[in-house]
C-alpha cells in the first residue's frame, strides 16, 4: 500500500490511539528507553510517517539518518520479502552465505581509497566502533585510543567511555572502560580564538594534547567523525582533518572515521571524508547503509582487518542475510537515483532558508552549519555571547511535533537544531516542512509555545 505523501493533521499531536499506547508503554517498557515524539507509526514512506490515529507527519530526522533511502523502500521490501522466504540465519561464522560477502565487496568498492580492504559485519553502530577499536589495538600492539570533545560514539561500555556527553549517555554508568583520552575539537563556532584560528589552533592543541598526555608511541588510534553527529552537526574547519590523518600516519597512528551517521550519502557524497580526501584506515559504517535494517561494518587496509587471528571478530547475528540483502538494495538505490546528488540539491534547498532564518533572528541563531542533508542551527540566548539555548530549541520542537513535523535537537548542550530528512523526500514536502518549521521557530522566540 502506497502512502500519500501529504502532512495530515486528523487529531490533536499525540493522538488518542497514541495515547493509550503510550500508557501501555510507560506500564510495559523501561523508564531510560525515552521517546521524543510519542506518536505511534503505523506506516512510513518517501518523506511522511502515518500514526495510528491517521495523521501524518513530515519526516525530517530519518529515524536519526538511517532511513536515508526513505522508509520501506520499494527495493529494500523486494529484497527483504525475497530473502525472508529462502533463509533468515544461519550465522556467517557457521556456514556463510553470498550476501554477505557481496556488502563487503560494496564496501571496498565505496569506501575512500583504492588499496585493497577487507570488512567485517555487526549489528549496531557501537558494535562496529568497539571492533574498529578491538582491530586497531592488535594490529598497532598499542592501547590508547584518542576521541573528541562533543564526540558520540554510542552506548556499549567502551563506546560510552568513548562518546563526550555525560547526560543521557553516561550518567552513573560508569566505570567505563580505560585508556581513552580526549582531544579538543575543532569547533568553529565556539573557538576561544575565533573561527578564523581554529583550523591551526585546534590542530596544535590536538598534537599537544596527544604528546603531552598519551605519547605517540601509546596511541593505537585517534578515532573521529568527519563531522560530528550527536555532539551538534559540529563540521572542523576545512583542512583540519587532512591534517590530523597526515600527523596520524607519520607516527604510525590508525585514523578511525567514525561514519556511522555522516555515511551513505547523507552529506552529498557517498561518505563525508571524500569531501576532505581523506582515506582512513579503518571506517565504521551503519545508520544509513540498509534501508532501516540493523547492520554496521568496519571497513579497512587488508593488512590492518588481517592481522587479527581466525575467530578473532564475529557475533551471532553480524551480517545477518536478511540486513545484507536489505544493504545491497539501499546502496542500489542510492547509486540509480544519484542520492548524493539528492543531498547536495536538498542542501541547496534548505540552507538559503536557515541562513535568511538566521538573519531575521540574529540573536537567537548564532550559526548554521552542516554538509548535504545533514544540517543544523545553533541556538542561544543572546546572540554574541553564544550563551546555549536548549529551551528554545525544546519549544521549536514541540511547536513543530505539533504541526505534523518530525524533528530532531542535539548538541551538547542541547540547543542545536538538526535536519535529517529521508533523501526520498519530494520537493514539496521538503518546502512545507521549513514552513512548518519557520512559522514554529517565529511562535517559540514570541513566546507563543508551551
Ligand atoms: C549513532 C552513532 C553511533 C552508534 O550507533 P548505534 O547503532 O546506535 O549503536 C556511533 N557513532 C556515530 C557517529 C553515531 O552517530
Same mark, same amino acid.
Given at each position: 500500500?502506497?502512502?500519500?505523501?501529504?502532512?495530515?493533521?486528523?487529531?490533536? &499531536?499525540?493522538?488518542?490511539?497514541?495515547?493509550?499506547?503510550?500508557?501501555?508503554?510507560?506500564?510495559?517498557? *523501561?523508564?531510560?528507553? %525515552?521517546?521524543?515524539?510519542?506518536?505511534?507509526?503505523?506506516?512510513? %514512506? +518517501?518523506?511522511?510517517?502515518?500514526? !495510528?490515529?491517521? #495523521?501524518? @507527519?513530515? $519526516?525530517?530526522?530519518?529515524?536519526?539518518?538511517?532511513?536515508?533511502?526513505?522508509?520501506?523502500?520499494?527495493?529494500?521490501?523486494?529484497?527483504?520479502?525475497?530473502?525472508?522466504?529462502?533463509?533468515?540465519?544461519?550465522?556467517?561464522?557457521?556456514?556463510?552465505?553470498? =550476501?554477505?560477502?557481496?556488502?563487503?565487496?560494496?564496501?571496498?568498492?565505496?569506501?575512500?581509497?583504492?588499496?585493497?580492504?577487507?570488512?567485517?559485519?555487526?549489528? *549496531?553502530?557501537?558494535?562496529?566502533?568497539?571492533?574498529?577499536?578491538?582491530?586497531?589495538?592488535?594490529?598497532?600492539?598499542?592501547?590508547? &585510543?584518542?576521541?573528541?570533545?562533543?564526540?558520540?560514539?554510542?552506548?556499549?561500555?567502551?563506546?560510552?567511555?568513548?562518546?563526550?556527553? #555525560?547526560?543521557?549517555?553516561?550518567?552513573?554508568?560508569?566505570?567505563?572502560?580505560?585508556?581513552?583520552?580526549?582531544?579538543?575539537?575543532?569547533?568553529?563556532?565556539?573557538?576561544?580564538?575565533?573561527?578564523?584560528?581554529?583550523?591551526?589552533?585546534?590542530?596544535?592543541?590536538?598534537?599537544?594534547?596527544?604528546?603531552?598526555?598519551?605519547?605517540? $608511541?601509546?596511541?593505537?588510534?585517534?578515532?573521529?567523525?568527519?563531522?560530528?553527529?550527536?555532539?551538534?552537526?559540529?563540521?572542523?574547519?576545512?583542512?583540519?582533518?587532512? /591534517?590530523?590523518?597526515?600527523?596520524?600516519?607519520?607516527?604510525?597512528? @590508525?585514523?578511525?572515521?567514525?561514519?556511522?551517521?555522516?555515511?551513505?550519502?547523507?552529506?552529498?557524497?557517498?561518505?563525508?571524508?571524500?569531501?576532505? +580526501?581523506?582515506?582512513?584506515?579503518?571506517?565504521?559504517?551503519?545508520?544509513?547503509?540498509?534501508?532501516?535494517?540493523?547492520?554496521?561494518?568496519?571497513?579497512?587496509?587488508?593488512?590492518?582487518?588481517?592481522?587479527?587471528?581466525?575467530?578473532?571478530?564475529?557475533?551471532?547475528?553480524?551480517?545477518?542475510?536478511?540486513?545484507?540483502?536489505?544493504?545491497?538494495?539501499?546502496?542500489?538505490?542510492?547509486?540509480?537515483?544519484?542520492?548524493?546528488?539528492?543531498?547536495?540539491? &536538498? =542542501?541547496?534547498?534548505?540552507?538559503?532558508?536557515?541562513?535568511?532564518?538566521?538573519? /531575521?533572528?540574529? $540573536?537567537? !541563531?548564532?550559526?548554521?552549519? %552542516?554538509?548535504?542533508?545533514?544540517?543544523? &542551527? =545553533? @541556538?542561544?540566548?543572546?546572540?554574541?555571547?553564544?550563551?546555549?539555548?536548549?529551551?528554545?530549541? %525544546?519549544?521549536?520542537?514541540?511547536?513543530? *511535533?505539533?504541526?505534523?513535523?518530525?524533528?530532531?535537537?542535539?548538541?551538547?548542550?542541547?540547543?542545536?537544531? /538538526?535536519?535529517?530528512?529521508?533523501?526520498?523526500?519530494?520537493?514539496?514536502?521538503?518546502?512545507?516542512?521549513?514552513?512548518?518549521?519557520?512559522?514554529?521557530?517565529?511562535?517559540?522566540?514570541?513566546?507563543?509555545?508551551?
Amino acid at each position: 500500500m502506497t502512502l500519500s505523501q501529504e502532512r495530515i493533521l486528523a487529531t490533536e &499531536i499525540p493522538g488518542p490511539r497514541s495515547r493509550e499506547l503510550q500508557a501501555r508503554k510507560v506500564a510495559a517498557v *523501561s523508564a531510560g528507553v %525515552g521517546t521524543t515524539l510519542p506518536v505511534y507509526v503505523e506506516q512510513a %514512506g +518517501g518523506g511522511v510517517l502515518r500514526d !495510528v490515529d491517521g #495523521n501524518q @507527519l513530515i $519526516d525530517f530526522g530519518s529515524g536519526i539518518a538511517v532511513t536515508t533511502v526513505g522508509n520501506a523502500a520499494p527495493r529494500v521490501v523486494e529484497a527483504v520479502q525475497r530473502q525472508v522466504a529462502d533463509f533468515t540465519h544461519t550465522c556467517f561464522m557457521v556456514t556463510p552465505y553470498e =550476501e554477505y560477502v557481496a556488502v563487503c565487496e560494496k564496501l571496498a568498492q565505496l569506501t575512500p581509497g583504492d588499496h585493497e580492504k577487507r570488512s567485517a559485519l555487526f549489528n *549496531s553502530g557501537a558494535e562496529a566502533v568497539e571492533n574498529a577499536v578491538k582491530v586497531a589495538r592488535h594490529h598497532t600492539g598499542r592501547d590508547a &585510543i584518542v576521541v573528541f570533545d562533543h564526540a558520540y560514539h554510542g552506548r556499549t561500555n567502551l563506546t560510552m567511555a568513548l562518546t563526550a556527553k #555525560n547526560m543521557p549517555y553516561k550518567h552513573r554508568f560508569g566505570p567505563f572502560a580505560g585508556e581513552v583520552y580526549r582531544a579538543p575539537m575543532a569547533y568553529p563556532y565556539r573557538w576561544p580564538g575565533g573561527p578564523e584560528a581554529c583550523a591551526e589552533e585546534a590542530f596544535d592543541a590536538f598534537v599537544a594534547t596527544v604528546h603531552a598526555q598519551v605519547g605517540e $608511541d601509546n596511541t593505537a588510534a585517534v578515532l573521529i567523525e568527519p563531522i560530528q553527529g550527536e555532539g551538534g552537526f559540529i563540521v572542523p574547519p576545512p583542512g583540519w582533518l587532512r /591534517r590530523v590523518a597526515d600527523w596520524c600516519r607519520e607516527h604510525g597512528i @590508525l585514523l578511525i572515521a567514525d561514519e556511522v551517521q555522516t555515511g551513505f550519502a547523507r552529506t552529498g557524497d557517498w561518505f563525508a571524508c571524500d569531501h576532505e +580526501g581523506v582515506v582512513p584506515d579503518l571506517m565504521t559504517t551503519a545508520k544509513g547503509m540498509a534501508g532501516g535494517l540493523p547492520l554496521a561494518a568496519v571497513t579497512g587496509r587488508a593488512e590492518v582487518m588481517d592481522s587479527v587471528h581466525v575467530g578473532g571478530l564475529g557475533g551471532t547475528y553480524g551480517g545477518n542475510p536478511v540486513a545484507c540483502v536489505a544493504a545491497l538494495a539501499a546502496i542500489e538505490t542510492m547509486e540509480a537515483e544519484d542520492l548524493p546528488a539528492r543531498a547536495r540539491e &536538498i =542542501e541547496k534547498t534548505f540552507l538559503p532558508r536557515l541562513e535568511a532564518l538566521a538573519a /531575521r533572528h540574529p $540573536d537567537r !541563531v548564532g550559526d548554521v552549519r %552542516g554538509r548535504g542533508a545533514m544540517l543544523a &542551527i =545553533e @541556538l542561544v540566548s543572546d546572540g554574541a555571547g553564544r550563551t546555549p539555548d536548549a529551551a528554545l530549541a %525544546g519549544a521549536v520542537h514541540r511547536a513543530c *511535533s505539533s504541526q505534523g513535523l518530525v524533528t530532531l535537537t542535539c548538541g551538547t548542550f542541547g540547543n542545536v537544531f /538538526r535536519f535529517l530528512p529521508p533523501l526520498a523526500i519530494g520537493d514539496d514536502l521538503l518546502a512545507e516542512g521549513l514552513d512548518v518549521f519557520e512559522a514554529a521557530f517565529d511562535a517559540a522566540v514570541s513566546g507563543k509555545v508551551e
